[in-house]
């Protein structure tokens, strides 16, 4: 919601796949919360630290609140959880519903729709958001291939 912990992790994730896979010039990556909480803030510091612990710097993000011009920018609005799916399908124009889509719902083999929010948890809630992260990115990664590559 606040574009602080689970989707700077999402992004970050996903742009050390795409990067890996040599179609970083070919696809951008951004994160944004649904609610203005902190905008213009880095990412938690646990978020952060989990994140560098596994190779990835995510120290040069900023949260940012979603906006409906994000709907004629991008061909995926990603959704950590059903509230978060709900406040985008508040500001989406007439006609783009169906780029708002649930992260979770590319990785089958977690067996759930949601991301837990790890800020009011300990460590391990960030390292299983990590976790759920790298699942879902491969599973985008492979619808966007069986799309648009």
């Known amino acids: 919601m606040g574009n602080i912990c689970r989707s700077p992790t999402a992004h970050g994730v996903f742009a050390h796949l795409l990067e890996k896979e040599g179609l970083a010039d070919l696809i951008e990556v951004d994160s944004a ?29 900023r949260a940012r609140r979603a906006v409906s ?17 709900h406040n985008l399908s508040a500001i ?6 169906e780029k708002i889509l649930l992260f979770m719902d590319y990785a089958p083999e977690y067996r759930t729709r949601e991301m837990p929010d790890p800020y009011y948890g300990g460590e391990s809630g960030f390292e299983r958001v990590f976790d759920m992260a790298e699942a879902a990115a491969q599973g985008l990664l492979k619808e966007i291939r069986r799309k648009h590559l």
């Open 92 to 97: 989406c124009p007439e006609g783009l519903e």
């Open 33 to 61: 919360g649904t609610h203005a909480y902190h905008v213009g803030k880095p990412p938690d510091s646990r978020a952060q630290e989990t994140a560098l612990r596994r190779g990835l710097d995510l120290s040069q993000q």
């Open 69 to 85: 011009e994000d709907f004629l920018e991008f061909d995926y609005i990603v959704a950590m959880d059903q509230d978060n799916y």
